[in-house]
């Protein structure tokens, strides 16, 4: 034993059995921040992790960059998409668009400059690489929703977050998709199991 320095990863405490549900948000973040992580020590997480399901959730932050370009977008969430999969290549991975949100601009409030693009994207990107893509701004009603929303008190005053009730509903709509199509693959596999 010494006392020499120590780096943290995590830490996990988990069942023996269920759903075990780790998270990594990290505030500001973009996808293509996944990148600059030491390939070799994400890699060795995920083997020993070993996850069934992987979701992807940015957009909002690379939606108001000054400095987006759709090649470098569409390459650098390609890659992170590429590298999950060759990390965890027995895992499901869903991608989570951003959801709809506004900015303030001269006493208005404006859609982010490049949303429409990052969702198509996403959507894309997705769709080549085998991934389930889950449309937010379209769930919460479209662009432009986010004004509902913030008037329902399910959004916040900065028309981009949402309060800790928009956060549970989301949650909830996302978690009744999953299931609905977890039930769905629950049923074909017993249908084609009996059939044998």
Not at 9 to 23: C, D, K, L, M
Not at 46 to 67: C, F, H, K, Q, W
Not at 79 to 101: H, K, T, Y
Request: glycine share 10%.
């Amino acid at each position: 034993m010494n006392d020499g320095p120590v780096r943290l990863f995590g830490w996990v405490a988990q069942n023996h059995s269920g759903i075990t549900y780790e998270t990594l948000g990290i505030n500001g973040a973009k996808a293509g921040m996944l990148l600059d992580w030491n390939q070799t020590i994400l890699a060795g997480e995920m083997a020993s992790r070993d996850p069934a399901l992987i979701v992807v959730a940015y957009g909002t932050n690379e939606a108001l960059s000054g400095s987006w370009t759709e090649s470098d977008y569409r390459s650098a969430f390609t890659e992170v998409i590429r590298r999950l999969r060759a990390d965890a290549p027995v895992a499901s991975i869903l991608v989570v668009g951003p959801p709809d949100c506004l900015q303030r601009y001269r006493g208005r409030r404006l859609p982010f400059p490049h949303l429409d693009e990052v969702i198509e994207i996403q959507r894309q990107v997705a769709l080549e690489n085998g991934c389930a893509f889950w449309d937010w701004r379209s769930r919460m009603g479209g662009a432009g929703s986010v004004r509902q929303w913030v008037q329902a008190g399910l959004s916040q005053g900065d028309y981009v977050h949402f309060t800790g009730a928009g956060y549970r509903l989301v949650a909830d709509m996302l978690i009744e998709e999953l299931m609905d199509q977890y039930n769905r693959f629950l049923a074909v596999r017993a249908e084609a199991t009996n059939g044998q």
